[in-house]
């Protein structure tokens, strides 16, 4: 699992499943390492969509029919169907990326700014410029535009910094000096009841052959024609220690930290915790710290040569990624920054595949138990704990977690990913969803049709 990433590709095709099968599998995450032939090594080249140096135009298609899942979501679920024009120059110190999203409806467009022109919505997915840099023992890049950023170490959702919400306006610092990294990143979210909100990010890691280990923070500050925080621009500074738990400076603090363990070849256990509050202020009130976390474990070869199997276990307690103010709530245009599921939260999932007819057909199989609370992020921060006066109730009774009444949701997805040409891939599954709340419970059933394409243009130069 890579702890810093800024996608500069169609993410949408998943094609980091090989790569994180190959580490793994070989126990190691040295990225100069050759691995031998295998499946999955010809399933990543086969799916990665690569740009010479140079210009590079083409258009990714994406189709696929609706579903109602709540804990199972794929990569390609993350942008609607329609069109993605993309254009990419490379050389060896200077990328530029744009891509742009058109569909002919506007329910299919929910994560980007909508601007319907003759029944054809479109926005702007990605586009930026960033310069790079590399030596024998240090490299470096800046990047200044709209881009994804994950910072985590889970296979489902990090709790950090995960690609599930839209691609951030960004300004990014990343680093790599050795075993050791770091980024730094100042985004401009969307503006909340006409208050200006910015993200700032800074994160530490450093990487052997067999474990990665990542801590970081981040700030999220707002406030009505609020400018850039200079002193959050400073990324020597430990920010969140200061603002954990403020509730007068007009923003949300967090502390992160994650770990990856390749002990063995063909073994990965993984873990990450999130820390939103501490509760500094009041004894015996241990539900005012807000946290979360998540482990996982990940076996690969097993029964199969080509067997990904990975169980993750997470948990989320309620008004994590949330603050007294409703502004700095932990989201970009209404989709999580963190883990997709917000908080309120218990999860289960278990993921399997492997391959066939050399890495054409991938079976999938994914199930997920969910106890869904009833604060999630749509419920707006409250203090049941102190009355009017801000008086500390010391005989408060907090909620069980996740909060009741609890919704359960246990689904499956079943099915396979079929290569049906060099650059197209159909996946068919059938999904099963029993949902439980109380003493009624609702079954569905389906199937489920996803389908990708990418056209490389021929006037490529």
Same mark, same amino acid.
């Given at each position: 699992m890579v702890a810093h990433v800024c996608h500069g590709q169609f993410f949408y095709i998943d094609d980091q499943e090989s790569k994180y099968w190959l580490q793994t599998n070989f126990s190691s995450f040295n990225k100069s390492d050759i691995f031998p032939s295998n499946k999955w090594l010809t399933y990543g080249i086969n799916k990665n969509i690569r740009q010479k140096e140079g210009h590079s135009f083409g258009a990714f298609i994406h189709?696929?029919?609706q579903n109602n899942l709540k804990g199972i979501i794929q990569k390609s679920d993350y942008i609607g169907n329609g069109l993605l024009s993309a254009y990419r120059y490379t050389s060896p110190h200077i990328e530029i990326m744009n891509t742009m999203f058109f569909t002919d409806d506007v329910n299919n467009a929910e994560r980007g700014f909508v601007r319907t022109i003759k029944n054809v919505t479109m926005y702007t997915n990605q586009a930026y410029l960033k310069v790079n840099n590399q030596s024998d023992k240090f490299n470096y890049s800046l990047k200044i535009g709209r881009d994804f950023i994950t910072v985590g170490h889970s296979f489902n959702s990090n709790l950090f910094i995960s690609d599930f919400s839209r691609p951030f306006d960004q300004f990014t610092l990343h680093a790599e000096l050795g075993k050791l990294n770091a980024l730094f990143?100042? *985004?401009?979210?969307d503006t909340i009841m006409d208050h200006n909100r910015y993200l700032y990010i800074h994160s530490f890691g450093y990487k052997s052959k067999k474990l990665s280990i990542t801590v970081g923070e981040s700030v999220l500050a707002s406030g009505v024609s609020k400018p850039i925080n200079i002193q959050f621009l400073n990324p020597f500074s430990f920010w969140a220690w200061e603002n954990l738990g403020s509730t007068t400076k007009g923003l949300n603090a967090f502390l992160y930290a994650g770990i990856t363990w390749?002990?063995?070849n063909g073994l990965r256990i993984y873990g990450e915790t999130i820390i939103d509050d501490i509760n500094f202020h009041q004894d015996d009130a241990f539900y005012l710290n807000r946290f979360g976390y998540l482990i996982g474990v990940q076996?690969?070869?097993?029964?199969?040569?080509?067997?990904?199997?990975?169980i993750e276990y997470s948990?989320?307690?309620?008004?994590?990624?949330?603050?007294?103010?409703?502004?700095? *709530?932990?989201?970009?245009?209404?989709f999580p920054i963190g883990h997709f599921l917000g908080n309120d939260f218990i999860n289960i999932k278990i993921h399997y595949s492997q391959l066939m007819q050399f890495g054409k057909i991938?079976?999938?199989?994914?199930i997920s138990y969910l106890m869904d609370g009833a604060n999630g992020l749509e419920t707006r921060f409250d203090n049941p704990w102190e009355t009017e006066e801000g008086e500390f109730l010391k005989d408060y009774i907090p909620p069980t977690h996740p909060s009741p009444p609890v919704t359960t949701w246990i689904e499956s997805e079943v099915g396979a990913e079929i290569k049906i040409g060099i650059a197209a891939y159909l996946t068919i599954t059938a999904h099963y969803q029993l949902k439980s709340m109380e003493k009624a419970s609702v079954t569905d059933m389906g199937i489920g049709i996803r389908f990708w394409s990418y056209f490389q243009l021929p006037f490529n130069k």
């Open positions: 189709l696929k029919n990143s100042v *985004i401009e979210l390749l002990p063995i076996r690969t070869g097993f029964p199969f040569e080509s067997s990904n199997l990975w948990n989320v307690l309620h008004q994590v990624y949330q603050s007294y103010h409703p502004t700095h *709530i932990y989201t970009h245009r209404g991938k079976p999938i199989i994914d």
